[in-house]
């Protein structure tokens, strides 16, 4: 017999009806793998013995193995290379910032579809769509190894390998996981989506999530450039995307994080700062200006990274219309975590 994820709330309760277990027994259950930690059926102490025999038997707990684990050299990065039953690689990154604050970067898709030319994921392809236990089980992860440092996993981030939004009921499904008292108890705020601009599914995220955080990978303000590096915008321009995103801060009154990779000479001429400016000016935006790591591609991509003083200056500009912005820091140098490297550092080292 098939044995199911524990993570699956509504095969778990229909097992316990069908073996006429009562249903206080399920809290009992969510409140140990949740909030305990417990990674063993038989360790659950407040369930009977039969009923522990019963989860052994019909449910697992953890599907993905971990293939590597590297933490940066100033100890605020981990990054986790999981391998799934069918033998593909995702990664997640765990960043501790100095503030306090934990957050886990997860993926959603082994691969990507989406062909950005500045990511290496897409290379992959698409390979699947994740289901809802191997989201889960990045999380639950991150969070156990957090536990044991006697802190708590309080940011989920979507921007890992693949499009949130082409996955979107499974997305949807780990949300409720992630916000849910009982389980991760994570406020909808401290959820964020990253999508490259999938127009129809932001409409839709926006009635279904009004509360969960979006952001947006734009990477150019205009559509000649867009459409260079990111095929996405031949179907949903930026005049329809940014229709969308007002609907989006129109409902919730949220401001929207704009994702702005920084690659010398394709998308840094200082006359994009202004008009980057002209568009995001009187929106509720934040941008964070991200500086191209030239190892997430390949040599044949000819990128290299904006000049700081470059960046510098983009901030400067935005400022005049003012646009908030950061520049984000890189935590990770020393341990490939840009997405899909630790996936193709193995790859290159089986050859």
Known sequence: ?????????????????????????YGQIENAIYKNFVTKFQDIQTIPKDLRDLLDERCFYQSLSIDHEATSSNGQTTKFLFETQDK??????????????????????????????FCATW???????????????QVMYAAKMLNWEWERLRNIVFMGMGEPMLNYDVMKEAIHVFTAQKKFDLSNRRVT??????VPWIEKFTDDFPQTS??????????????????????????????????????????????????????DHLKLADELGKLLQGRLA????????????????????????????????LE????????????????????????????????
């Not at 910032?97 to 959603?108: D, P, V, W």
């Not at 003012?322 to 080292?349: F, N, P």
């Open 123 to 137: 290379k992959l392809g698409l390979q699947k769509n994740l289901p809802l236990y191997e989201i889960v089980e």
């Open 214 to 267: 979006l952001a947006i990978s734009l990477h150019a303000p205009n559509d000649d450039i867009r459409r260079e590096i990111m095929p996405v915008d031949h179907t949903y321009d930026i005049n329809r995307l940014m229709t969308s995103l007002d609907r989006y801060t129109d409902k919730t009154n949220k401001k929207i994080f704009y994702e702005y990779i920084m690659i010398n000479w394709v998308n």
């Open 320 to 351: 005049k219309y003012g646009v908030v912005s950061t520049i984000r820091a890189t935590m990770w140098d020393d341990i490939d975590a840009a997405c899909w490297q630790l996936a193709r550092k193995k790859k290159e080292e089986e050859k």
């Open 193 to 198: 989506v990253s999508t490259c601009g999938i």
């Open 88 to 117: 593909l690689l995702i990664e997640a990154v765990l960043m501790r910032h100095l503030s306090g604050r934990n957050t886990l970067c997860i993926s959603c898709q082994a691969g990507c579809p989406m062909a950005c030319t």
């Open 286 to 317: 934040h941008v964070n200006f991200i500086p191209y790591n030239p190892w997430e591609g390949t040599s044949s991509d000819g990128y290299s990274t904006t000049p700081r003083f470059i960046i510098e200056k983009f901030q400067r500009t």
């Open 1 to 25: 017999m098939e044995r199911f994820s524990i993570h699956n709330e509504i095969e778990l309760k229909e097992l316990l009806a069908e073996n006429k277990i009562p249903a206080f027994r």
